[in-house]
């Protein structure tokens, strides 16, 4: 199976996105299965994870049912509440859909001590009894407190969203490179090889980021790692095609193609638990 693990599905006619106005261009529209399916079927890629992108059980929901719809979408990453005492009976009852694979809290938002809340580090060790993964959407800053969150969770099952976000631009290689490095010494933490391209207000080349991607590659290795397009957040600033043969290029030469095969689907299938059904 070959997955794009990290891309996005929207309707602006919803209510819950809060970032989603006007003033962000080319993202202020829909998106949905059929703007992506060309693309998946020119690259060769069988699937897709479709990842939250409002705090809100109800659009988790509404990825739900496209994927009950479209044979390529094999799980949703979606969204709860994981500083809810009560998060258990929610969660309990979203797994009851085979589509539901993840939960990501948007913490990039967040104070920095979010994360460790005792209620929070309580939900997520809740989480990982179950085997069940979380996505981390994090900044560099959030770091260290994800390096305690994992000393604190030992079955921790997580994947860092878009390596964290480095500041690129800046050059900002330390102390990013180290931290990150140290995260990774925790064999239950996953990363996205995604969300590499520049963001708003913020300018660089794919190939700037090439240090950065290949320092992740190097620090999780071949089996902790997957390719995410980020798309359509990609195209603010890049396009599917051009961040996908960025991340063919970035691989270390040293690579097989079995350690190819891993970072382009099968991890992310072993990561998520996907089961694709043909013709769905």
């Known amino acids: 199976m070959r997955v794009d693990a990290h891309q996005h599905y929207w309707s602006i006619e919803r209510t819950d996105y809060g970032w989603l106005t006007p003033d962000k261009g080319v993202l202020y529209r829909n998106y949905g299965p059929e703007d992506l399916k060309p693309i998946l079927a020119r690259y060769e890629f069988d699937a897709t994870i479709a990842v939250q992108a409002a705090p809100s059980v109800e659009e988790t929901l509404y990825l739900l049912r496209l994927g009950e ?10 969204w709860l509440d994981l500083s809810n005492p009560r998060l258990e009976r929610d969660f309990v009852k979203l797994l009851e859909h085979p589509l539901f694979v993840g939960i990501r809290p948007m913490i990039q938002d967040l104070p920095d001590g ?19 993964p979380i996505d981390l959407q994090a900044r560099p800053r959030h770091l260290p407190n994800l390096i305690r969150l994992a000393e604190r969770v030992p079955k921790l099952r997580a994947v860092v969203d878009h390596l964290a976000k480095p500041e ?5 290689w330390l102390p990013w490179s180290e931290r990150f490095a140290e995260l990774a010494g925790h064999e239950g933490v996953f990363a996205k090889i995604s969300g590499f391209s520049a963001e708003p207000g913020r300018e660089w080349e794919l190939e700037e980021a090439r240090p950065y991607v290949r320092h992740a590659l190097e620090a999780f290795g071949p089996d902790r790692v997957m390719f995410g397009s ?7 600033s890049s396009t599917y095609d051009a961040v996908l043969q960025a991340t063919v290029d970035f691989v270390p030469d040293s690579w097989t193609a079995v350690n190819r095969d891993a970072l382009f689907g099968k991890n992310a299938e072993k990561f998520y638990k996907l089961t694709l059904v043909p013709g769905k």
């Not at 994360?115 to 179950?130: C, H, K, P, W």
């Not at 980020?230 to 603010?236: A, F, G, M, S, T």
Request: aromatic share 8%; proline share 2%; hydrophobic share 50%.
């Open 114 to 132: 979010w994360i460790l809340q005792d209620a929070v580090v309580e939900n997520i060790r809740m989480l990982s009894e179950a085997d069940f």
């Open 230 to 236: 980020d798309w359509p957040v990609c195209l603010e």
């Open 168 to 172: 690129i631009d800046r050059g900002a």
């Open 69 to 78: 719809a479209e044979s390529t979408l094999a799980g949703v990453v979606g």
